[in-house]
């Protein structure tokens, strides 16, 4: 005899509020910091990483400046192009956060 399996209630589904990896402000922010950093890193242009990674030009300036959100897609897309493992992009590298060297960002 085989079960069968009640619904869950809607409240139980969590229901992601935007698309893309980073689920937060900050989290965002500290996408934004590491892809700007990798970029400097391996000093590529904006155009030579789109075309690598088949990611627009105006996409990866929204993603530079924090007014967009990555899907994993395009991270992993972009993380490609730059040959590096996908996770250095979201993960907040204190070195390179200026207040933890004594700048003032207000």
Do not use: C, Y
């Amino acid at each position: 005899m085989s079960a069968v399996l009640e619904p869950l209630p809607d409240e139980s589904v969590p229901v992601p509020r935007r698309r893309g990896v980073p689920s937060s402000e900050e989290e965002l922010l500290v996408f934004a910091r590491r892809f700007n950093a990798e970029i400097r890193r391996h000093d590529v242009t904006i155009a030579r990483l789109s075309k690598a990674s088949s990611v627009s030009v105006r996409h990866i300036r929204q993603l530079q400046d924090g007014s967009s959100r990555p899907t994993l897609g395009t991270a992993l897309k972009l993380a490609k192009a730059l040959a590096i493992p996908a996770g250095r992009l979201f993960k907040e590298d204190r070195r390179l956060r200026p207040e933890k060297r004594g700048v003032n960002l207000t």
